[in-house]
Structures are given as structure tokens and as C-alpha cells.
């Protein structure tokens, strides 16, 4: 009688354990199943990663473009005022005061001497059409008529060879800041490398031959007159050189200086 019971309870005690391990391997299976993934959902999470990147990389890379652009126009701004204002204090004239157009004599008080003498130019790459640009109808003028001076930091300043103070009564008429309306030049952040497109407010993604609106007073809101529908935000940007400041020159110049 003893002995039937022990056999039962042994028997009992092998059904728990085979019942436990049962249970035990159903458990670790669904645990697997929870943390794994099947083919089908890793080709259609894929498959989602590349919608959205294909609809968000190009935005993103415009974005980062632009933050590029307008942190050089930035430095070139800057460096162009503190080169006007150091010669009027060392050489005793400025953007204002220029008297010659010379762009092979580094003494002379022309646009080319002053920024020679002030800023760190790279003089082998200087010289006449050695920036194409792409203004609209007027592609590559810049390649044959202006006078590029390169900056070693990559960028130029692109002006007429023949520009001066005296160069047109525009350039030195007083406005009612007190300074002269300036010398329009154009500043490349990157040199010759390209695009090379004129920035604009125009929606011309081949630029054009000026930005529009080149007097300062006549936007008084660029972020509304630059919306991102019409924002071609490339690597040149107009500048005027008024006394002894640089500022800049048009609608694109002057969004991308003040955002």
C-alpha cells in the first residue's frame, strides 16, 4: 500500500515537472516571437525609412546650403568693413575716397590697393574673368568684363575693372544716413567653384543679372519680400561698399545677412 502511494506521488511530481517545462518552453518561444522581427516587417520599416528620407534629405541639405551661404556673406561683410575702416586710420581713405582703378599696384588708392594692403589676398588666382556666373540672360558676363580679387580663404569680390568713387554721381551721392550710396560689387562665398549663381528673391535658380531692389530703403521687410517659395539662395551675393562699411546690396543680400 505504501509503495503504491510513493509511485503515484512520483508519478505526480513527473507530471509537474514535464507540465513546468512545457509551460516554460511556450513562454520563452512567445518571448522570442516579442523581441524578434520577421523579414516582411524589417522590409517594410526599410521601405518606410526611405520615403521619409527621400522626402526630407533634399530640404535638409537646401537648409544646411543656405546656413553656409549666409555665414560667409557674414565674414565677408565683416571683413570688408574692418579692411575700409583700418586703411582710413592707417592710409587715410576708405571705400568712399578712391581715386584710381588700378588692379596690378598694391600702393595705389583704388578698390584693389586697398584690399591688397588689408586683407589676405591670394594674388595668383586675382586677375580679369576668372569667375563665370550665371545671371539669367546674361550668363558668364562676369567671366569677361569683371575683375575677380580671390581672398585666401576661398572666397572673391568681383568688381568692375574700371570701378572707382568717382566711377558714376551714383556712387557718391549722399543718402540720408550720412554715407555715399556705395560701390555694387558682387561677393562669391566660394571662388570659382560654382554654381556660381546670383542670389535672388526671383525664384531664378539660374540667378539673375542684379538682385532685386538694390537701394536699402526700398524693403523694409526682406523676410517678406524674400519667402522661401521665391528664395534661390546660392554662392553670390551683392554687397555695396559705402565709406567705411560693406553692406548688403539687394533683397537675398540683405535676407541672408539679417537671418
Same mark, same amino acid.
Given at each position: 500500500?505504501?509503495?503504491?502511494?510513493?509511485?503515484?506521488?512520483?508519478?505526480?511530481?513527473?507530471?509537474?515537472?514535464?507540465?513546468?517545462?512545457?509551460?516554460?518552453?511556450?513562454?520563452?518561444?512567445?518571448?522570442?516571437?516579442?523581441?524578434?522581427?520577421?523579414? +516582411? !516587417?524589417?522590409?517594410?520599416?526599410? &521601405?518606410?525609412?526611405?520615403?521619409?528620407? @527621400? #522626402? =526630407?534629405?533634399? *530640404?535638409? /541639405?537646401?537648409?544646411? +546650403? !543656405?546656413?553656409?551661404?549666409?555665414? &560667409?556673406?557674414?565674414?565677408?561683410?565683416? @571683413? #570688408? =568693413?574692418?579692411? *575700409?575702416? /583700418?586703411?582710413?586710420?592707417?592710409?587715410?581713405?576708405?571705400?568712399?575716397?578712391?581715386?584710381?582703378?588700378?588692379?596690378?599696384?598694391?600702393?595705389?588708392?583704388?578698390?584693389?590697393?586697398?584690399?591688397?594692403?588689408?586683407?589676405?589676398?591670394?594674388?595668383?588666382?586675382?586677375?580679369?574673368?576668372?569667375?563665370?556666373?550665371?545671371?539669367?540672360?546674361?550668363?558668364?558676363?562676369?567671366?569677361?568684363?569683371?575683375?575677380?580679387?580671390?581672398?585666401?580663404?576661398?572666397?572673391?569680390?568681383?568688381?568692375?575693372?574700371?570701378?572707382?568713387?568717382?566711377?558714376?554721381?551714383?556712387?557718391?551721392?549722399?543718402?540720408?544716413?550720412?554715407?555715399?550710396?556705395?560701390?555694387?560689387?558682387?561677393?562669391?562665398?566660394?571662388?570659382?567653384?560654382?554654381?556660381?549663381?546670383?542670389?535672388?528673391?526671383?525664384?531664378?535658380?539660374?540667378?539673375?543679372?542684379?538682385?532685386?531692389?538694390?537701394?536699402?530703403?526700398?524693403?523694409?521687410?526682406?523676410?517678406?519680400?524674400?519667402?522661401?517659395?521665391?528664395?534661390?539662395?546660392?554662392?553670390?551675393?551683392?554687397?555695396?561698399?559705402?565709406?567705411?562699411?560693406?553692406?548688403?546690396?539687394?533683397?537675398?543680400?540683405?535676407?541672408?545677412?539679417?537671418?
Amino acid at each position: 500500500m505504501l509503495l503504491t502511494q510513493k509511485c503515484k506521488f512520483v508519478k505526480i511530481k513527473y507530471i509537474e515537472v514535464k507540465l513546468n517545462q512545457k509551460y516554460i518552453r511556450r513562454e520563452r518561444n512567445i518571448m522570442m516571437k516579442k523581441n524578434g522581427f520577421t523579414l +516582411a !516587417e524589417v522590409l517594410i520599416t526599410l &521601405a518606410i525609412i526611405g520615403v521619409v528620407a @527621400t #522626402l =526630407t534629405l533634399p *530640404a535638409l /541639405m537646401t537648409n544646411t +546650403a !543656405e546656413q553656409q551661404a549666409k555665414t &560667409a556673406l557674414k565674414k565677408g561683410i565683416n @571683413t #570688408l =568693413t574692418e579692411a *575700409a575702416q /583700418m586703411n582710413q586710420a592707417i592710409s587715410g581713405f576708405d571705400y568712399a575716397s578712391l581715386t584710381t582703378t588700378d588692379t596690378d599696384n598694391e600702393e595705389a588708392q583704388s578698390l584693389y590697393g586697398l584690399l591688397a594692403t588689408r586683407t589676405s589676398v591670394d594674388f595668383q588666382k586675382s586677375g580679369t574673368g576668372k569667375i563665370p556666373s550665371h545671371q539669367g540672360d546674361s550668363t558668364d558676363k562676369m567671366a569677361t568684363t569683371n575683375f575677380a580679387l580671390f581672398f585666401r580663404d576661398g572666397s572673391a569680390l568681383v568688381f568692375p575693372s574700371d570701378i572707382s568713387s568717382s566711377s558714376t554721381e551714383t556712387y557718391s551721392d549722399q543718402q540720408d544716413d550720412g554715407l555715399v550710396y556705395g560701390l555694387p560689387v558682387i561677393y562669391d562665398t566660394n571662388g570659382a567653384k560654382g554654381p556660381n549663381i546670383l542670389s535672388n528673391c526671383q525664384a531664378e535658380a539660374l540667378g539673375v543679372a542684379s538682385d532685386k531692389t538694390a537701394k536699402e530703403g526700398d524693403v523694409s521687410n526682406p523676410s517678406e519680400a524674400c519667402k522661401p517659395a521665391n528664395r534661390v539662395i546660392k554662392d553670390q551675393f551683392g554687397i555695396r561698399l559705402r565709406g567705411g562699411y560693406a553692406v548688403p546690396n539687394g533683397v537675398a543680400a540683405r535676407w541672408a545677412f539679417e537671418n
